[in-house]
């Protein structure tokens, strides 16, 4: 799976390549993500988290 997409602060492109729940590249290298859900709500769902 490829996911391209602006960021959300600077507009500069973001590149994510992932297999099988793993990140084979991304770019920008010093990429950092940002999950807008509140961490007790994550173990509602484990396997999503």
Same mark, same amino acid.
């Given at each position: ?9 600077? *507009?500069?492109?973001?590149?994510? =390549?992932?297999? #099988? *729940?793993?990140?084979?590249?991304? =770019?920008?290298? #010093?990429?950092v993500g940002y999950v807008a859900v509140p961490l007790w709500k994550w ?7």
């Open positions: 799976m490829k996911i391209q997409a602006p960021c959300l602060d600077c *507009g500069q492109p973001i590149t994510v =390549e992932m297999r #099988d *729940g793993r990140v084979l590249k991304a =770019e920008p290298a #010093d990429l173990f509602e769902d484990i396997p999503f988290a």
